[in-house]
């Protein structure tokens, strides 16, 4: 089994986080100010280059003021789950 990194269903996962964000009208740098993070840690999780673990998922919804259960539903219905 490939890595999730590299499988379709986390490209589309994180296709679903970009758009979220930029929805709220925020910038990487943004977000990243809000996590207290780096802006490169948000590049690297939109660019594939970093998985996010589940505490992390949660913070960066909590980031974008959008619940995760939203994301998880659109991974669901894609099949992606």
């Known amino acids: ?9 986390y490209e589309h996962f994180r296709t679903l986080l970009v758009a979220a964000r930029e929805k709220a009208g925020l910038t990487q740098a943004e977000v990243s100010a809000k996590l207290e ?3 490169s840690f ?20 909590t980031a974008l003021g959008i619940d995760p ?3 998880l539903r659109a991974m669901q219905k894609k ?3």
């Open 42 to 61: 948000v590049a690297k999780y939109e660019g594939g280059e970093r998985r996010l673990d589940v505490v992390e998922f949660v913070q960066v919804c």
């Open 69 to 71: 259960h939203v994301v």
């Open 1 to 9: 089994m490939a890595k999730s990194l590299h499988t379709p269903e």
């Open 79 to 81: 099949g992606g789950v």
């Open 37 to 39: 993070r780096p802006q």
